[in-house]
Structure formats: structure tokens, C-alpha cells
């Protein structure tokens, strides 16, 4: 069963992403309609629009926050060929009495694609200040904030070039074993190569390179999602593509001492249709897919290590009606009757310690 | 002699604060909680009664007899009198309460809320108050803000006189006289402040507890001072150790002694009777640390306090350990004659009787 | 265990089902998902409003799995049964066997107590306003109290030492059905009374199916017919049933318990009772009668309420093993005779524990409305006890990982609640490496509601080793107390920290505000630092340069200069506080009497030359004349060349004077 709290947005178009921060207290989202509303849970869990505003000149794809550490930062990337970074600032007081407004005000805008910006994501905070963009002229390019205290300077470290244009990309924040850094996903459908990538820095040729393609997946990717590491000696990666895959990734050091990468794909055909976004939970044990089929699933692994699916949401129907939970057992009539059988209990309902 | 009895009673909140109601000719048998960290938190009035449960060795047991709904975090709770309760909320506000006792069902009422006592000026966001202490009708609040305001009982929604202390928030505070308080910052940071004197007026004196590494930092999140010879101040800390301080020679500590190995939340004398103290610590323990009655001593230290001999302090005192193994935090306890009540997270009171 | 039917929700959104458009979830921290209208667009797409844009309402739907544990008085179940899985924990796995057993107890009494407290705030006047809540615990009770009947039953068969279980059953039998009980009383005190209501026999029936001789035969005499031969003879066999106690020959027992058995019937049949039908009823079902059970069955409520009362008129000394054909058969017998009836749950788990299929049992556990609180407390038991190890092993289930997962998933639940997080510590500590990982991924996440809130967090990281986490907490309060301008706090969390960027990135503004507008930031702070500078340099010189800042106000000139000297030697001046450093040398060099020595009045002169003109330079190149004068701001001085000249002025001046006291000796 679930507790469904509606929330109206005002956003004049589709929402194109629903990011939340670090805490889950505060959600960023970014549509058609060009603007981006930042969202406020408070004491007793409302949440309400504290800030919107016009933060492109063409859709948003994707929003991103930073890690609490550095300060309340998004990033947006959009349609325009740009994506910006925004921080929240406390406005000037009125008067004594007054609270003075945040808002949000712009650090910079990276304006080195081409083309359509499909995908910006900050790096895990061991990284430092660090924000990734995939563009659909399939550069990667990676940049960083040299001075925290300072953002409105962001050099670009890397670029990556590759020949398929980008759909989406994803941060590896594991910090075991890390070899892999990032991954990005293609949605082009021309070529019948592999459409997943893995980057990795390289520390003889000094910069981030791609060092392997997931050939497995040969459809048009429209997300990547890295699970975050709880204790795994292994990397999984989801990938939204014609069906649900599930990437396990591991470091294979062999005789010569070299280290492979082994690559073992799963594919989830339950959705029966094109699967357009993945996400992970914070523990990396349940996954969320999106179907074209107006549905999502919920994905969990069992005591196995197999990922089923364990419920469905669907868009469909009246109004929210739910189907039953699993059942409970019944025992009306006698519960009820049990207060008094507890004086004459064998066992006293207070443990004295000592 | 007989020994110890602990009983313990889970009441389904964390408590964050647990207070005797005083009694002046016989042994309290009624006691208040806050809570903490709840989705609501409550302050609670509990009276202890016989157990109808003859087969357990646990004599008396709390019912909750009435509660009082806190808008939030209860940080701290005195009695201002015998039946008036000050209770600092971390919304930023003091509340006052007022017990009433009756055959059947005691009653428990909030009689009076301040105005928003402490808050950051910049963001005009309401700050935790983190801490209260009241002596004679005065009762004196810090919070996060690093201010203290003074109040009179009678009257909390008229602030007499607000010291911006600290640029960083306070943890806690303690009234050494009328006149005077203390109040102890998150860098171990303790300032003695005249009640009397604006900000641009106090002298300004501080002192600061050490910490075992010197690259580290050791708050101080505990005071308590002599219940008779007020000069007498204990400060317990982050690092589990109770520095001790005579406030006439404010030159270096009196004293000083490793006790806990986590964050000391309470350190109290014995109302009546200083010469034991007890600390309650973050690792889930209460200890008993009682003055050795030797006749020997008693010429030797000439009736200053063991606490103030220094290097000798651990020679003159004997620990006890009255609750240990909780496993979860004790955040507070009170005292009445042979019986200690504490609170902590594991959402349960304990009730130790004949402690001595 | 596979579940092949998975749960569907339907949620109802508009947008969402529009051409196009379908539905698309993310996870919330803190085990929500927040559900919306989506779209996909491809890059190359023309950027324009979809078809559908402004028609419908655009909704975000924040869905939270039900669960139980939201109600406020079951929270005591949870901190107590948090506390005996610790103490369990501890006891490790080579204990006596009474020792789990106790542990068992402690379970079950922590339930006990919680049902206790959930029935008396349900008549409390506040939930009985509350529909939804009077609902909610009543749902709880009823889950509750079938997990603890259900744990009771799990222990006498499968935690005991005695494996006489019959006298334990009946105990278990008669308290989840008490009503029976009731009437029984209440015959007692009506006395010879009773017999002339209705339901007497009926009554007296039942109590002889639940094994309540005692009561029985109590009732029986107060009959008034209790004097008569029938009733006499009835009494006399009652009385003389053999009971099994622990320790005594089984064989001699089973002799006896014959020969009872086979005079009772002999009496029966002799028509001892004719003259009392209903007496001869009772007696037939204590000989074992199957017709008569049979018209029991059909009478009973669940199917399991008068097995164990027929295991004791026909197999007193049944043993675990033999209860599960007995089980069975009973099963099927009362199938047969009450075809329409279905099994409910928990009936169904009753089955499974007598019949041994625990594989199954354990299955169903997991199903409970109980947000897995008796799968995961109960397996962490029967793998510490090491009772069943066999029977898993036999049947290929990994009992270790199963207790692993369940107590990980149970763990990471409660620590992803905002208020039970700390009850899910104690879990995640026994996971180990994965348990680790999740508190490191976990604990951070918390909001942080207070500063004691927070340094709760940070002790709770530090006993476990979890540096990160607890610097992590530091640098996210430095950082929000730096955006709200209460920079003495951001410098104490900094400095807590450790973080050198972040102490770094604060000692510079605070350097930065003093240069621009002489206002010395958090002194309060500053002067309390002492050793822990060393964790930036650009602390040391903050601290440094106010110790010269107090010197100075303290009129101590002496001291100032030394240190004011020791700190332009020293290399770690900032370049944006060149200007600022030698400009507080003017006052000095320019005083009446003389305070700085020709020598080190020629090493300022040098560190201008040296230091402050060729940054001037480097950055004038870099950005052109007028950042120079941005950049190099000192409240004191106009611009840039201003202070170039006033110093090397006042250097030349304060020379030429100092030369001349030094070169004077006393004598001449």
C-alpha cells in the first residue's frame, strides 16, 4: 500500500526531470517551458515553490545539485547548447523584521557545445568541485570550480570526443576500486555498435579516455545510471535502452598483472517497451524504470542476488486506487479480547535489568 | 548496605530531558520528561505506582499522567518553582508550565510561551535554544545563536536583557549567582558573563578547557556547579573529561580527570548532599563519584571540596558505575534523596533507587 | 520462493496518460518515490511546446509505502526488541540453549507489552477521535498479536528442551481463545446455577476439547445432580486420567494411561451414563471418540483450537515429530468436515510450523504487514540458537545470507526513517562490510536538524571509525553557516573539518573583509584557534596576524612589530594582503619613538620590492590597470600607487632615523 501526497506544479509544460538534494528536503525541476522551480519541504512536510525561474532559452533536460559541502549549487543544461550553474544567495534585508528572499543567481554558462546539451551531472565530492556534460555532438566534456568560495570560474579539464552523439551520462561515486569514472549512453540508432562507454582517467596519457564499450548493448540508450556502492567489490551500472539492462562491472587482474575489465550484461525484457529513465536508491537494493508503456517498475534484489520486479505503478486509472498488499492475517474477534489475560500472563511484561 | 536497584521503562519517545518534581517534606514520587527528535514531542508528567505485577522485582511504575504538546525538540528543562517548569524548545522559544498534583490525575499546563527568543540575524531564522538555567526568579536561555537572554519567571514574554555572548552557538549554561552566569561554546570556550552588563559592557573573561590532542577540538556540553560553594564549576566534555574550576582563580583549571570515553550530556552534585556528583554520558552510562569520607582527609583538605585538590582529586574520590551498558545515549537525569531517574535514546527512563 | 504475481498500483494521472507522455519515478532519500508526467524528447527534436502543454495539470506525487511503524505507541516495540536483538547479539552463537530461549521470552513480552499499551491508547479520548488512527492500531494489534501466537508456537515446538509439548500446546491453545474461559468463570460462581443454562453442556464440551479438566470437573461438582452415581463415576474417571510428568518412565506411563483408557471405554459402554446423555458425550470425547470430535471440529472456530485438547485424550506423550502427522491428519479431517471453509493466514502458518514445512513458514513471514519485524528478529534467533541448522542445510537454504539480508534490509529501513534512524544502527553494525557501507551512505544523509542533532551523528560515526562521514557533517554546517554570514561558526565547523580548501576558503574571506573594510570578523573565534591552525596555512597566518592585530590595540608595539616582521618573512602571506600587511607597518615606521630597527625596516623594504611590486605587476599585466586597484584594496589608501609611495617613504624616513639612534652609542 501507499501513502500518495499530490503536489501541483505549476510548470507550463512537461517536467523533464525531478532531481532532489542530498537530504530529500529540497527537489529541483526543469521543463519545456523553459524554467526551472526549486522546492521546499518544510516542518511538517509540505513542500511549496520557493524559487522559479527562466533559466534557458529552450527546454531543460536535466538538472543536477551539488553535494551540500560546497552550498546549495544546481546545474541545468538545455536545448539552447548551454548549461549553467546556479547558487543561492540570501537577498538583502528590507527591514529588521523582515526574512530576506534567497534566490538563485547565476554563476556562469558554459557555452563550449555545439550542439543540443543532453546531460550535466556533478562528480562525487572526493573529486572535488566537478561537473560533467554530454552534448549530442557527442563531446564530454568535464570542468571544474578551482575555488570553492568562488564559482563563477569554471575551467574545462577534459574534453572527450566521441563519434556518436550523447544521450546521457552518469558518475561512478563509488570510491572502491575505481577505475571507471563515468559512463555515457548513446541513443543513436543509425549504427549497430555498442551504445554504452566507459571513461576512465588514465594517468600515463594524463586525461580521461574511454576505455571500453558495453557491446552488449547495441539499441539506442537514453540513460545511464551508476548504483551507488554499498559494500560491493563490483560496479553496476543500469542502462535505459529498448529493455532494462543491468551491467555488473568488475576489475579482473589477470597473471601479467593487468587489470580487464569484465563485463556481464542482464536483461529485463518485462517492460515489453522502450525504456526511457533509470534510478537508483541510496543503498543500490531497489531500481525504478520508466516505461513507454505508462508504467514504472520497481526493481529489487532477492536474498539471490537476482533483481525481480517487484511492484508495477501504473498512470492508468480513474483516480488513485490501489490494488490490496499482500495480505494480513485475521484474527478480529480474539484481539480484541486480550487486555485482560495479560495480569495472568506467565510472563512478566517488565525486564528489570539488573 | 543495600544495593542499587535499576528498573527500566520504555515509553516510546527519546528523551532529551528528565526532572523530580520537588517535593519539600518527602521523597518524590512524581517527575516530568521532554522528548526529542520525534515527529511531535511532548513534555510529560509521569507519577511512579505500585506495580500490579507481583511476579517482577520492579516495584514502582511510571504512568504517564497528562502531557503538553512542544512545537518542538525539548533542549532543557528546570523547575523555576515548586510547581512552575521552564521548558527551552530548539523552535527558538521558553515555555513555562505549570504541574498540578491531585489524588487521581495530576494536570500539566502550558501557562505562558516567550516571544522568539533566539535567532540569526542575517537570515532571521529562528534558532534551536540549546540550553536554560534559572536562579531565584531569573531564568536565562542560550541558543545557537551564541545569545543569552534573561527573563523573569513572572513575566517570559519580556526580555530584560539580551548579551550576544559568542559568534558561534552556545551549548550551555549555568547560573553561578544572581549576578553571574557561564555559558560554554562548541570550541570548549566558557565565558563568565554579569547578568547586570550589555553586551559592550561585559568584561569579557574567558577560559578553555584543554583537549588530550592539541590539533583537536573538545566542547564542553556539560556545567554544574557546587550547590553551596558556587565558585566551584564543573565543565564536562566532548572528550569524556571533567574539568574542574574554581572561579576565583580563573589562572588555570583546579582540576582535571579522565571519566568517559564519549561526551559527557550531564555532570550535577548531589543537591543534597555534594560531596557525591554524576555524570551521564553519550556511550549510555551514569556514574557515582563520591568523596571518600576517610577521617584522615577530612583535616587535609580542611572543607574545601575534593574537586578542587587537583593533581589529588582522583585519590579522594570513589566511582561507581549506577547505570552502565545502555548502549544509547543518557542525555539527562535528576536527583531526589536515594533515587536517580535518567532518559536517554534508548526511549526508556531508568529509576535507580538507593543509589547510597 | 519465487512470487510470480507482482503488485500493481494505479495512480490516475491525466498528463500522464496523454499521447505520448507516459509516467516516470525517482527515489526520494528516505524511501519515498516521487512520481510524474513524462516525455521523451530526443536531441534532435524541434524545441517547441508539446501538443499537450497547459491542458492538463502537471503533478508531482510523492508515494511513501505504508508501514506500521508510523503509529507512535508501537515505537516502544521497536526501541525494546532493539534492545534484546542487541543483548542476542552479544550472547553470541554457543550459549546454552536456555539462554536463547530467554531471549525468546524477552520477545515475546516486549510484544505482550506493546499490545497491551496499543489497546489502552486506542479507549485514550484523543485516537478515539481519530478515526484513522483508531484504525491503524487496530490493524496493528491484529498483526501483532497473531506474530506473537505465532512466535509462541515457533518456540514450544522448535526452541524447547522438553519434548513432551502437549501440556504447552494446550497453554497455547487456551490464551489466544479465551472466551471459553469466560463462560467457564462464570459458571463457577453461579454455582449450581450454571447447569440450568443453555449452553452448559455446550460449554462444558468445549472446555473438555481445550483440555480445561480442571475447570471441567470443578464445574461438574457443583451440579446439582453431582452426587449421583453418574456423575460420581464420571468424576472418578476424570480424576483418575494419568498426567505425564517430565522424568517419569514412559513405557509405565503409557501402561497406565492404557488401562484407563480401556476402563473408561468399558464404563461407557456398560451404560454407566445412559441416565445422562450429555455426560456420556463428555466422556466419549475424553476416551478419544472420533464421532464426537468430529461434532467438535464442526463446532470450532479455527482448525487448530481443539488439536491440541485431542492430542491429550489420545497421545498424551506426543513428540515434536509425531505432531506433524497428527498435524496433517487433523488438517484433512477438519477439510473434510467443513469443506467451505477457507484458511486464513494465519491459520495457514499454524499449519506449516506444526507440519515442519518451516521453508514455507518463513516465506509467509515475510509477507506480514509488519514491515518484516518477525522475519528478521525471529531468524536472527534460530541462527544464533543453531537449532534448525540441519533442517536448512538439508534444504539448500544459505541461512546465514538469509539473516544477513534481512537483518540489512530491516537495519537500512529504520535508519532511512527520520525518526527511528538511531534504532537502525544496532542492525547495520551486524552486517559487517555491507553494514558499514550503508551507515557511511546513510548516516550523512540525515538532515540535521540542530547542532546537537548533528554532533549526535558525528559521535554515532566516530565509534564506528567513519572519519568521512563526520567530516563530511562538519563541512556541510561550515558551509551553511558561511551562506548565512555567521562566519565565527563556519570557521569552528571548518576547523572541525579538517578540510584545508574549506578553512583556506574561510580564513581568506575573513582576510579579504578586514583589508577592504578593517572590520575583524569572529575575534571571538580567531583567539581561541591555537594549535589547530596548523590545519591550513592560511590559517596559521590568520591566527598569526591577529595576534599582531590584538598586540597592536593592546598598545604592545614592541611584540607587534617583532611578529608583524616574523610574518612578512614568513612566506605564507596571502597575495591579496601584501598591501594590508605593509600598510600596517606605516603607522609603526612613522611613530614618534622609534619602534622598528633599521634592519628590519630594510627587510620591509625588501618584501615591497620583492613581494608587492611584482604581484602588482603580474596582475596588472594579467587584467589591466583598473583590477589592480580593485583587487589590492586596502580600506586605509586610495589606490594602489598610493601605497607604494607612502611606504617607501616612510621606510627612507624611519632609515635614516634608525640608523642614526642605532650608530649613536650612550658614551658620545
Known sequence: MFDVETI???????????????????????????????????????????????????????????????????????????????????????????????????????????????????????????????????????????????????????EIANKLPLSCLSWNTSTYMVTQLLAAGSDDSATPTGKVFLFAYSDNARKCVKIDTVNDITDPVTDVAFAPNAGRTFHMLAVASKDLYIVNLRGVTDSTGTTKLDIQTVKFSDHNCPVWRVCWNMLATMLISTGDDGCVRLWRMNYNKQWRCAAVLKAEGGGPTYEPAPQTPTLAATASATAKYYKKGTIGNQVPWH | MSFPTV??????????????????????????????????????LYRL???????????????????????????????????????????????????????EEDQLQRTARSERLHYFKRTNKSSPCTDLSVYGGDIATVGEDGCVNIMNASNIKQVKRTIEADSMSLLSVCYISQQQLVTANRMGVIRILDARASTAAQEKISIMVGSKDEKSSNYVSALGTHPMQHHILLCGTEEGTITVWDLRNLQFPASYLSAHESAITDIAFHRNDPSKVFTAAEEGEVWM??????????????????????????????????????????????????????????????????IF | MNDNTVSTFELGDALATRFGNTLTGVFVPGSKIALSAYRHVKWNSRDV????????????????????????????????????????????????????????????????????????????????????????????????????????????????????????????????????????????????EASENDDYWNVLKSLVMVGALDVTRAILRQNRKASQPAFKAAELILASMPVYKEGFPLKKFNSQWEHWHVDAERKIRANTFGSEPELEQILQLVTGSNEHWDAGIKESNEWYEFLPGYLLYTKP??????????AANWLNRWTLLRPNSQLNNMSRMISQLMEHDLRLFIYDTQRINDTNWLTTHMIDLIYHSGELKGYFEQNNIDLPALRHSMIYEYGSYLMSTRSLWQLGIDYLDCCKQEGKAAMELLLPRISLRSDRHALKLMSVARKRGLIDVEQEICKVLSRQSFDDERYGNALEWGIRSKDVLLVTGIADFILKNYSQTGNMLCPDVIVHIKSRMFISPRLVFLSKYFEFYELYRNRDFLAAVELLVNLLNSKITPDYFWPSLLIDTVPLLESKDPKIFSNETVAIL????????????????????????????????????????????????NLARSLVIENTSPES
Open chain 3, 49 to 192: 511546446p508539446s501538443e499537450t502543454a497547459g491542458q492538463d495539470p502537471v503533478l508531482i506525487y510523492l508515494a511513501q509505502e505504508t508501514t506500521l511503524f508510523d503509529e507512535p505507541v508501537l515505537r516502544s516495540l521497536l526501541a525494546e526488541s532493539n534492545i534484546t536483538f542487541a543483548t542476542l547479539q552479544e550472547l553470541g552463537q554457543r550459549a546454552p540453549r536456555a539462554e536463547y530461549l530467554r531471549i525468546s521470552h524477552m520477545y515475546r513480552s516486549v510484544v505482550r507489552a506493546s499490545l497491551e499499551r496499543l489497546e489502552h491508547a486506542k479507549k485514550s479520548p484523543e485516537v478515539q477521535m481519530d478515526e484513522e488512527r483508531q484504525q491503524r492500531i487496530s490493524e496493528t494489534v491484529i498483526v501483532f498479536y497473531a506474530a506473537e501466537c505465532l512466535w509462541h508456537l515457533f518456540e514450544i515446538l522448535y526452541m524447547q528442551q522438553s519434548q513432551l509439548i502437549v501440556p504447552q500446546l494446550l497453554d497455547w491453545a487456551r490464551f489466544y481463545a479465551p472466551q471459553i474461559e469466560d463462560r467457564a468463570t462464570d459458571f463457577l460462581l453461579m454455582a449450581e
Open chain 2, 7 to 44: 528498573s527500566s521503562h520504555f515509553v516510546s519517545e527519546k528523551i532529551s530531558s528528565v526532572r523530580w518534581l520537588p517535593e519539600q517534606l518527602q521523597q518524590s514520587d512524581r517527575f516530568v520528561t521532554g522528548s526529542w527528535d520525534m515527529d511531535q514531542n511532548f513534555v510529560r
Open chain 3, 317 to 326: 506423550t506426543c513428540k515434536p515429530f509425531e505432531l506433524k502427522i497428527a
Open chain 3, 606 to 653: 625588501h618584501h615591497l620590492e620583492t613581494e608587492l611590486v611584482p604581484i602588482i605587476e603580474r596582475n596588472t599585466d594579467k587584467l589591466g590597470n583598473k583590477n589592480a586597484e580593485t583587487v589590492f584594496k586596502d580600506y586605509r589608501a586610495e589606490n594602489i600607487d598610493e601605497i607604494l609611495n607612502i611606504l617607501r617613504l616612510a621606510c627612507a624616513r
Open chain 2, 49 to 103: 505506582q505500585s506495580n500490579q505485577y507481583a511476579d517482577t522485582n520492579v516495584d514502582f511504575v511510571p504512568r504517564c499522567n497528562d502531557k503538553v504538546a512542544i512545537e518542538g525538540d525539548v533542549t532543557a528543562m528546570e523547575f523555576a518553582d515548586k510547581n512552575t517548569l521552564a521548558v527551552s524548545c530548539a523552535d527558538g522559544h521558553l515555555s513555562l508550565l505549570n504541574m498540578q498534583r491531585a489524588v
Open chain 2, 289 to 354: 563519584w563520591s568523596e571518600n569520607k576517610g577521617i584522615g582527609d577530612r583535616n587535609l583538605h580542611d572543607g574545601k571540596s575534593a574537586w578542587l585538590s587537583g593533581d589529588r582529586l582522583r585519590s579522594l574520590v570513589n566511582v561507581d558505575g549506577v547505570l552502565t551498558r545502555i548502549r544509547k545515549a543518557i542525555n539527562s537525569f535528576d536527583m531526589n534523596g536515594p533515587r536517580l531517574i535518567c532518559g536517554g535514546d534508548t526511549e526508556a527512563v531508568y529509576l535507580v533507587d538507593n
Open chain 1, 8 to 158: 501541483t506544479a505549476d510548470h507550463k509544460d512537461v517536467i523533464h526531470d525531478v532531481v532532489f538534494d542530498y537530504y530529500g528536503r529540497r527537489m529541483a525541476t526543469c521543463s519545456s517551458d523553459q524554467t526551472v522551480m526549486i522546492w521546499d519541504e518544510d516542518a511538517q512536510g509540505k513542500w511549496s515553490v520557493t524559487s522559479s525561474w527562466k533559466a534557458h532559452s529552450g527546454s531543460i533536460w536535466r538538472v543536477s545539485w551539488a553535494h551540500p559541502e560546497f552550498g546549495q549549487v544546481v546545474a541545468t543544461c538545455s536545448f539552447d547548447r548551454t548549461a549553467s550553474v546556479w547558487e543561492e544567495v540570501i537577498g538583502e534585508k528590507v527591514s529588521t523584521t523582515n526574512t530576506p528572499t534567497r534566490r538563485w543567481v547565476r554563476r556562469t554558462t558554459l557555452v563550449d557545445s555545439r550542439t543540443s546539451v543532453t546531460d550535466v551531472e556533478f562528480a562525487p565530492k572526493y573529486l572535488g568541485l566537478l561537473l560533467a556534460t554530454a552534448s549530442a555532438d557527442g563531446i564530454i566534456r568535464i570542468y571544474e570550480a578551482p575555488d570553492i568560495m568562488n564559482l563563477s570560474q569554471w575551467p574545462v579539464q577534459h
